[in-house]
């Protein structure tokens, strides 16, 4: 089995039903949306989706191809990666690929990484991420006082705090307003958002599967915090949020982030991904996050309170198909961010 479609790869995807929500045919379907081409390949033992874009209207025959926190292993004994690659390699060949881009769902130093690193041949650390490669995840486990316990003090007793500022918390299907407040955060703490039209077809595609879930604290009917939360497996997924700079006092994130933990449980999730910290060591991170405001520095100080563990993927992977074509765009992306 070499390219299947999309109906094929959910079938293939539910022997690893913890796989990645970046892995899923909804998010290929959500990404080709928005420019780019799914496609699915496996064999019996490991897969992957694919995304493929073209490059600008000035050489449209060339493509970059992408694999979001892939591949999927379907058989942790023996997981077919060399043939895999293979495969993608192929397909990524006849879609005129300048390079591929891999960022695999594994965590540094473990044996799973390993098998993974041994089979790809011929990658070098990708010259930019696309996901961020370290995260918090915050454990499950126990019950609701032994996550309370985890947590830092402040952490602790403003959520205790939260629940008694007479928030209205709870699910919504109002896209619309979670924009607006995306609009407002990104102009606020200085990071790019989606479009209006990207939240609500993301959340019109993974509505119906039950694995999204969007969240809104409000007061006295303004809305001042809202969430995306995602669930596949035994890992709930933070990956949109936005907040107001009013009423910040009843801390509405930290009701909204208790209440995405009760939600993660309720459906059999072990661990609550926060989806992004600085790409630092936990040394670095300690010593400098009081002082640091810049990029993700902002959010770690609010995720390191919730008593997760610090964890990084392997990191960004790229294979040159045409090496030539990818330095220029490596040096490009160097001057455009170094200007």
């Not at 690659?85 to 390079?99: M, V």
């Not at 790019?192 to 969007?214: R, S």
Request: some cysteine; glycine content about 6%.
């Amino acid at each position: 089995m070499t390219q299947i479609n999309a109906q094929q790869w959910q079938a293939m995807l539910a022997k690893n039903p913890d796989a990645s929500i970046l892995q899923t045919a909804e998010w290929g379907k959500l990404k080709s949306a928005f420019g780019w081409e799914p496609v699915f390949v496996a064999n019996e033992n490991a897969g992957a989706l694919i995304l493929f874009r073209k490059l600008p209207h000035h050489i449209p025959w060339f493509t970059i191809a992408y694999i979001p926190r892939g591949p999927v292993a379907f058989s942790k004994e023996r997981p077919d990666y060399k043939c895999l690659w293979q495969e993608i390699h192929q397909i990524c060949g006849k879609r005129h690929a300048i390079f591929l881009r891999v960022e695999p769902d594994e965590w540094q130093n473990t044996p799973e990484a390993e098998t993974l690193l041994k089979s790809m041949d011929g990658f070098q650390p990708g010259f930019a991420t696309i996901q961020p490669p370290s995260t918090m995840v915050i454990p499950l486990t126990g019950t609701e006082e032994e996550w309370l316990s985890r947590m830092n003090q402040k952490t602790r007793y403003n959520i205790r705090l939260s629940q008694k500022k007479d928030l209205l918390v709870g699910e919504s299907d109002q896209i619309a307003a979670f924009s607006r407040l995306m609009e407002q955060t990104g102009d606020r703490d200085d990071f790019g958002v989606h479009t209006p039209t990207y939240y609500q077809k993301c959340y019109d595609i993974f509505k119906p599967e039950g694995t999204v879930h969007l969240l809104m604290a409000s007061f006295d009917g303004k809305l001042l915090s809202a969430l995306m939360l995602f669930i596949r497996g035994k890992r709930g997924y933070y990956l949109y949020g936005a907040s107001s700079s009013e009423e910040r006092n009843r801390m509405p994130n930290h009701l909204l982030q208790w209440t995405a933990m009760k939600i993660c449980a309720e459906h059999g999730c072990t661990e609550y991904d926060l989806w992004g910290i600085p790409d630092e060591n936990e040394e670095t991170l300690e010593s400098q996050f009081q002082n640091r405001q810049d990029g993700l520095w902002r959010v770690y100080r609010f995720k390191r309170g919730f008593g997760g563990e610090i964890r990084r993927t392997i990191g960004t992977l790229d294979f040159a198909y045409m090496p030539l074509f990818y330095r220029v765009i490596a040096a490009a992306a160097k001057r455009e961010k170094h200007p």
